[in-house]
T-cell receptor, first 114, second 112 residues
Framework: DADVTQTPRNRITKTGKRIMLECSQT?????MYWYRQDPGLGLRLIYY???????NKGEISDGYSVSRQAQAKFSLSLESAIPNQTALYFC?????????????FGPGTRLTVL | QQQVKQSPQSLIVQKGGISIINCAYE??????FPWYQQFPGKGPALLIA?????SEKKEGRFTISFNKSAKQFSLHIMDSQPGDSATYFC???????????FGTGTRLTIIP
């Protein structure tokens, strides 16, 4: 079974709609992250959370919000989707602490905003 | 502001050849440099990583070379195989800050 799961895997929506992408992990990690991947731009950090009570903006948080419902769950919302939010979205987790920089990624959600 | 610059954007190498991907960073506080490998339809996965106390790290056919004074590091894939065809991302982080700053990625294709 996958340690980091994302739902849905694919989503097509229309401009202005509210969308939620969900991430769950069974690794027992405290740290969770949301990235978007665009061709030629690499992976860019949207939001990250180091524990349930900690939420931080990444480099491209405008237009997005997150919720850390539990240690194992971290959701990303697009309140009013726009076409330039069409991208591949990844959730990742890490253990945290010295020597624990490794991030473990989910399989991704391909989002298309028409 | 791109703190980690990666090149080339795409690379085609013949089977058995050496694949080389380069990255340069600006932030001198970075002290952890991983490479991630991503296959189509999958999330990135850690391939190999280095800290600046060594200039080279080798794991099987994969080697990271690190040049602290030039603020550059590179991934070398020896005896490249078709199964190595993937997108490779370099990244960097600083001590005590677990956020990774990623490069823009290199799409590697190994041809028979």
């Amino acid at each position: 079974d996958a340690d980091v799961t994302q739902t849905p895997r694919n989503r097509i929506t229309k401009t202005g709609k509210r969308i939620m992408l969900e991430c769950s992990q069974t690794k027992g990690h405290d740290r969770m992250y949301w990235y978007r991947q665009d061709p030629g731009l690499g992976l860019r950090l949207i939001y990250y959370s180091f524990d349930v009570k900690d939420i931080n903006k990444g480099e491209i948080s405008d237009g997005y919000s997150v919720s850390r419902q539990a240690q194992a769950k971290f959701s990303l919302s697009l309140e009013s989707a726009i076409p330039n939010q069409t991208a591949l979205y990844f959730c990742a987790t890490s253990l945290g602490g010295q020597g624990s920089n490794t991030q473990y990624f989910g399989p991704g959600t391909r989002l298309t905003v028409l | 502001q791109q703190q980690v610059k990666q090149s080339p954007q795409s690379l085609i190498v013949q089977k058995g050849g050496i694949s080389i991907i380069n990255c340069a960073y600006e932030n001198t506080a970075f002290d952890y440099f991983p490479w991630y490998q991503q296959f189509p339809g999958k999330g990135p996965a850690l391939l190999i990583a280095i800290r600046p106390d060594v200039s080279e790290k080798k794991e099987g056919r994969f080697t990271i070379s690190f040049n602290k004074s030039a603020k550059q590091f590179s991934l070398h894939i020896m005896d490249s195989q078709p199964g190595d065809s993937a997108t490779y991302f370099c990244a960097a982080a600083s001590f005590g800050n677990e956020k990774l700053t990623f490069g823009t990625g290199t799409r590697l294709t190994i041809i028979p």
